[in-house]
């Protein structure tokens, strides 16, 4: 069965950065690519990258290209999504997907960081 | 990038009811286009994919179609543990994006 566990919640100050892991069992890791999503309060879902498990290479969003960096353990089994340069409206639930074809078919249960001074 | 359009943007119905959602997409998709539930607190939970495709765990009464830059999701009939927010999302570019979500409400 598949699984993805993230890491705990986070409060961080403006201006620093957040990384959030995503550790994955019950499939092989490297043959999926994993996305990274962020729900802010209320709002809508934001697709924010992905990262080819098996090869390294990385995807992201336009909004976020400059800010977010998504990266591997896979020896570990785990997915990174590291955000620089915090801002409050980067307050957000973060999850990491699993795409299966062309879908996001297993979720993590999700990360809340929050951004505040 | 390409913008996805639900409309409308909420809806109120009543157990029974036919609910009609409907996704734009400002290019073509041809049939990359999936849909998810998620209740409020919880993950999204994928529906529907490619688009007319569902999960085995998914009630009959869902049906997507579509293809290109038009899609719906159908509820035939609306059940109480089906009042959530209803989401589409391209995968056609290398760049996925989601539309801005439909709310559906109890009246």
């Known amino acids: 069965q598949v699984h993805l566990v993230q890491s705990g919640a986070e409060v961080k100050k403006p201006g620093a950065s957040v990384k959030v892991s995503c550790k994955a069992s019950?499939?092989?890791?490297?043959?999926?690519?994993m996305h990274w999503v962020r729900q802010a309060p209320g709002q809508r879902l934001e697709w924010m990258g992905w990262i080819n498990v098996g090869n390294g290479d990385t995807k992201y969003s336009r909004n976020l290209q400059d800010r977010v960096s998504i990266t591997k353990d896979t020896s570990a089994s785990t997915t990174y999504m590291e955000l620089s340069n915090l801002r409050s409206e980067d307050t957000a639930v973060y999850y990491c997907a699993r795409s299966g074809y062309f879908v996001n078919d297993h979720w993590g249960q999700g990360t809340l960081v929050t951004v505040s001074s | 990038d390409i913008q996805m359009t639900q409309s409308p943007s909420s809806l109120s119905a009543s157990v029974g009811d036919r609910v009609t959602i409907t996704c734009r997409a400002s290019q073509r998709v041809s049939t990359y286009l999936n849909w998810y539930q998620q209740k409020p607190g919880k993950t999204p939970k994928l529906l529907i994919h490619?688009?007319?495709n569902f999960r085995s765990e998914v009630p009959s009464r869902f049906s997507g179609n579509g293809s290109g830059t038009e899609f719906t999701l159908t509820i035939r009939s609306l059940q109480p543990d089906d009042f959530a927010t209803y989401y589409c999302q391209q995968t056609f570019s290398s760049l996925w994006t989601f539309g801005q979500g439909t709310k559906v409400e109890i009246k």
């Open positions: 490619g688009p007319s």
């Open positions: 019950g499939y092989t890791f490297r043959n999926h690519l």
